[in-house]
Every structure is written in C-alpha cells, then in structure tokens.
RNA sequence: CGGAGUGUAGCGCAGCCUGGUUAGCGCACCUGGUUUGGGACCAGGGGGUCGAAGGUUCGAAUCCUUUCACUCCGACCA
C-alpha cells in the first residue's frame, strides 16, 4: 500500500471528548472515526487489525475443532420471551418491529439463536460434543457508551457456544477453551489473567474472565503475589481475619450512644478499632414480583460486596435503603442490629465466631456491646469486599488489587438455555436429556482498543507483531529526490513479492511528517530512505525502542526479511 | 436513569453576557513558487443554512420556548 493512497486521515489535535490514549491514537492515527454514541467507523488501517484479530481467533479456535457460523443479527423475539430474557435484559435490548407488526431484537448475545439453531438438529448424543461460535456484530444499548472502543454499543465479538451430554466433557471443553483463549491473547501480545467471576444472573457453575491488566480499566482485579490466584473483585475470597479477643474487654449489655450512628463515630466514641463494630447494610432488594428490605452484616471495617450479596439474595438489583423504607419495616437507621424478626438477614461468615462485637441494638440511640454470632442460626455467607493486603486462601500470600479490561468470558452454563428452549438430545439410554451447554466470548472489537491501552507511549500506537496492520513503513525522506523514490519503490516491490505487508509513504511531506504519522500509527518498523542513500545506508526504527539503526542499503532486504 | 455540560468550516476554538457591517482565528484543504532528516515558508484561494424547529424584534450565532445530538460524573453493564 502507498500512503498516498491511503485513507488514513491523521491529525494533530485529538477530539476533544477523547481521554484514553486508545481513543485518543486511534482516532488520530485514522483507525476509527465515531458516527454516534458507542458507534464506531473502522476505516482502512483499523479494519486491517480487526481483520488480523479475527483470523487469529478464528484460526486457534478452528485448530481445536470449533466451527464458525453466522447467525443472524437480528433475532425474533419470540426467542427471547421463550428463554425469559427478553423482560430480564431490559433496556440494553434494543427492539423494533418490522412492517408487518413482527417483534425483533438486535442480538446483545446469542445463546437463543444458537440453541435454536442446534435444537432438533442434533438430536443424538453421538452427535456430541459441538462447539459452534461466530465472529459477528452485536448490539447493546449501554446506558453510558464511554472509552471509545473500549465500551461501544455496537461492537464486534465472538461468542461460542459448546453442547454436551453431561457436565464432565462440558468442564473438558471449558479446559480446553481457557487454554485457547490465552493462547489467542499471548499472540496478540497482551499481558493478562484469567481471573475467577461472579457468574452472575446467567447461573452456570463456573466462570473466568480473561482480564488484559491496564491501569484505564473499569474492573477490579485480585491478584495473589505467591500463588496463581485472581479473581475479579466480585467473587475474590480471602482468609479470614482472626480478631484478638483480648485487646478489648466489654461487658454486655446496651450502651448510650446518642446520635452515634457510623462506623468512623462509634470507634471514636469507643475508642475501639473499627474491626469491633458489625456494620449493618440496609438494601431494598427487587424482585421479579417484589421488592423487600433485606440486611447484610459485615464487619465495620470491611465493606459489602454488593455483587456477592445479589447473587446470594437472588434480587434482580438493590436500591439503597431510604430512611422511610428502614422505618416502614420497624428498623432505625444508624442503630440496625442483627436481631430483628420478618426481615431477612445476612450475616458475613468472618463473624460466625465472633463473641465480642458491638452492634446496633435496634433501639434508638442506643448499641449493643459484647454481641456474639456464635450458636445463632443466622445466614453465614460471603460477603466481603477483599482488600489489597488480604491474605489469599489457597497459599497464604499477600493479595493485591489491579484494574483490568475485561476482554473474554467463558461459562460453564449448563443447561438453564436447552431447558427453557426446549432443546433436547437422546442419551444412551434413549431418553430425552437437554443440552450441558458452555459459552464463551472474546471482545473482537475491544481487543483492538485493548491493545493499545497496554501498548503505546506519548508519540502514539505501538502495535504487536500479530496486530500490526503493516509490518513495515518505507518512509521516502524527500520524494523529489529520485534515487530515493526509486530505491525505496524497489525495495517495497521486492518485499511486496514476498508477501510482506508493506507501506510506502511516497506522500510529498516533509519527513518530520511522515516519521511522526509512523510514529502515531504505530507499525512495528519503519525504513528511512533519505540522505544516507549517499553513503549506500538507509535506517531501521523501531517504533516499540525509537531505536534507529543504519544497515548498508544491500543488507537491507534481507535484515527486514529476517526481522519480519 | 439521576446530576453537570457542550453543539459555530474536517479538527480545535473565539464571538453570545450587553442583539446591529460580509461570522472570525489556529490547524487541515486547493493553486503557484521556494523548501525537503523531526509536524516548513511566501503569495493567492475555497469551505458555514452558527445542531434543529418555533418565537420576540426593524434586525438573532447572540434573547425566549421546545426538541435533537454528543460528552463528562454517578448508577447501570453474561
């Protein structure tokens, strides 16, 4: 490709709402434009690293025996009122109608489509296991599209799908996909973890994220500094933290405490560590058919994982408790205690022991000192936010916390879909059995943005080796110089001839231009052809180094086809 | 969805408060010339229904109303 000809149209300035370097360089190196909110225009050079991630995720899933097919973008929503999704999604699902009336959605995900696509299809576990997948566009109506790329409305991704006969092959399958997923993501050059989840209201047994560490990330991560441990911060555990009984004597009983109501005023009217207080959280909990105030209970010093506490209360979403709903269900706020009668209670299994604690007393004004958990038939559950410096359950090492991007998901899912579909195969028995299903997705078009959040510097991209949308850049100094155009034309010619993806940037500018557009748009290496020619020396650079290196202009061929 | 903003040339902005020539500036673009190893210079030039609709007024980018779009913070987000 000449540069001339390319339409790569780079600027200076960035616009102005870009604030991630993976916004900013991508929209001024020419690689995507925004069209409307969470929309993006892939031109050339962005499209050519689309394309360049697909086929790489498309070539390591092929190599494991999963098959590609596409499945229409807009699904009927038939579909989804079947599987009890279409009222479940809310407004992220975007639906229309057609001309004669008919319901549809613009697919978010796939797992109807493709359980409809599969259900009497396959109708015999012979024909087990399979794996199905596609690399299609897919659209969901974030409330808050944000980071360009990073978080579209519209984006492109590939979601698989795997059915089994039972739940053994299905965790094979999930095996083999995380090690595939990962060796995707190590050819693209990305540094990440595979960290344990919240599988969320999708249910399934099992789920990991594949989390690209980056500092612009809008996921919390915890990492294990002595074993293989993370976890998104939703599902992350840690080891209990053991309370020295003996620093505080109490003698129980209610206390005065007037107008003390938070953690930080109780420790200071104690004078007692916050880790002695049970901190009440209030949520008004909603359900498919109602809502109710629920209490979860952790220690004063840790903080409820709202996540964990959804999942385990099994409310579709929770509002905060306002002083009205509190005192509706006979509860004060600032004095809320674990003993209450008709409200459901949830206590944090670090406290399950604990003999020496000061609660609210359920009484205004007044706690509740030398509180214990112990023998009482409360809801021990997980609730707890891990915090850097928490001690990891599996090898005892200090856990910290990191942001990351999420980049893929894979679910052990079950079969919550072929139920609700119907989709069914016969066993060896003969009996109808529905589909152990598995799904994972790969943000195609995220990974590009990703990509560049983890590599570039202040002059622009820095693309890896699998990514790059040119592996060379031949930058003519001063095209009016004929020897120049002449030799760098033949050069690109000669690496053309073998393959090689090539630029020539034979533009008119000045070199400062050319040299600071391949620093921007980030190609691995560039070959300056320009005064040096006069020696017989032109230059090698390296973006990722800026390293410049002189090669005599008969070596040249040969170094960039053994360098690319 | 709550809160806060912004819409003026491809991009970045000024003008608006206090209405009044032909709506400016930088970058980009076109023509000619001089330049050519780190985003050149000189000269000339093109490009705008001032987001949209309605209203007030002799007169609206500017004031009023409505609306749309986009952004930011938050909530949300297999």
New binding site residues.
């Given amino acids: 490709m000449r540069f001339s000809k390319l339409f790569a149209?780079?600027?200076?300035?960035?616009?102005?709402?870009?604030?991630?370097p993976s916004?900013i360089y991508l929209v001024?190196a020419g690689f995507v434009s925004?069209?409307?909110?969470?929309?993006y225009n892939f031109l050339p050079l962005g499209k050519i690293v689309l394309d360049k991630i697909r086929a790489i995720v498309k070539e390591e899933l092929d190599n494991v025996g999963c098959q590609e097919v596409q499945l229409g973008f807009i699904t009927p929503s038939e579909l989804w009122k079947e599987s009890g999704r279409y009222d479940k999604?809310?407004?992220?699902l975007l639906r229309f109608k057609d001309r004669k009336n008919n319901e549809f959605v613009l697919g978010?995900?796939?797992?109807e489509a493709m359980v409809d696509l599969v259900k009497n299809r396959i109708k015999s576990y012979k024909q087990l296991p399979l794996n199905l997948y596609q690399i299609n566009t897919k659209f969901?109506d974030?409330?808050?599209?944000?980071?360009?790329l990073l978080?579209g409305r519209e984006f492109l991704?590939k979601?698989g799908?795997s059915f089994h006969e039972n739940d053994e092959d299905l965790k094979r399958e999930y095996a083999l996909i995380e090690k595939t997923y990962a060796k995707i993501l190590d050819r693209l050059g990305l540094t990440y973890r595979a960290v344990e989840?919240?599988?969320?209201?999708?249910g399934g047994s099992g789920?990991k994220?594949f989390m690209v560490i980056a500092d612009n990330g809008?996921?919390d991560i915890v990492i294990c500094d002595g074993c293989e441990y993370a976890a998104n911060i939703e599902a992350a555990k840690r080891t209990k933290s053991i309370l020295k009984d003996d620093e505080v004597e109490m003698q129980a009983g209610e206390f005065h405490t007037p107008d003390v109501k938070t953690i930080e005023q109780l420790s200071d009217f104690f004078k007692i560590p916050s880790e002695f207080f049970v901190k009440a959280v209030a949520k008004k909990a909603i359900f498919s058919d109602h809502e109710e105030i629920i209490l979860f209970f952790v220690r004063g010093c840790d903080q409820l994982q709202?996540?964990k506490a959804?999942s385990i209360c099994g409310a579709?979403?929770?509002?905060d408790a306002t002083d009205a709903d509190l005192q509706s269900v006979g509860l004060i706020a600032g004095f809320i205690g674990p003993d209450v009668e008709n409200i459901k209670v949830y206590v944090d299994g670090e406290l399950e022991d604990e003999e020496m604690l000061i609660c609210g007393a359920n009484r205004e004004n007044y706690h509740y000192v030398g509180y214990t958990f112990k023998d009482k038939e409360f809801d021990f559950v997980d609730l707890v936010t891990v915090e850097e410096g928490d001690i990891c359950t599996r090898c005892g090492g200090k856990l910290s916390t990191t942001k990351g991007i999420?980049v893929g998901?894979?679910?052990q899912l079950g079969t919550q879909y072929s139920e609700a579909l119907g989709a069914t195969f016969l066993d060896r028995n003969g009996k109808a059995q529905p589909f152990v299903m598995g799904?994972?997705?790969i943000g195609v078009s995220r990974l590009v943005a990703v990509i560049i959040e983890q590599h570039h510097d202040d002059?622009?991209c820095i693309w890896t080796k699998e990514s790059a949308p040119f592996d060379v850049d031949i930058i003519v100094?001063?095209?009016?110089?004929e020897v120049?155009s002449a030799f760098a034309q033949k050069l690109y010619e000669q690496l053309r001839q073998k393959g090689k993806s090539v630029l020539l940037d034979d533009r008119?500018?000045?070199?400062?231009?050319?040299?600071?557009?391949?620093?921007?748009c980030g190609f691995p290496l560039a070959v300056?052809?320009?005064?040096?020619?006069k020696e017989d020396?032109?230059?090698i650079?390296n973006r990722k180094t800026?390293v410049?290196e002189e090669v005599a202009i008969d070596k040249i061929f040969d170094k960039l086809m053994e360098l690319v």
């Fill in positions: 149209p780079t600027t200076k300035d960035a616009p102005k709402d870009a604030l991630l916004h001024r925004q069209i409307g909110s969470g929309i999604f809310g407004k992220e978010p995900t796939h797992e969901r974030e409330a808050r599209p944000r980071y360009g978080r991704m979601d799908y989840a919240d599988s969320g209201a999708i789920s994220e809008e996921d709202e996540t959804l579709l979403d929770f509002e999420e998901h894979i679910f799904t994972y997705g002059r622009g100094s001063n095209v009016k110089d120049q008119a500018d000045r070199f400062g231009v050319k040299i600071s557009d391949f620093e921007l300056i052809v320009g005064k040096g020619l020396k032109v230059q650079v800026l410049k």
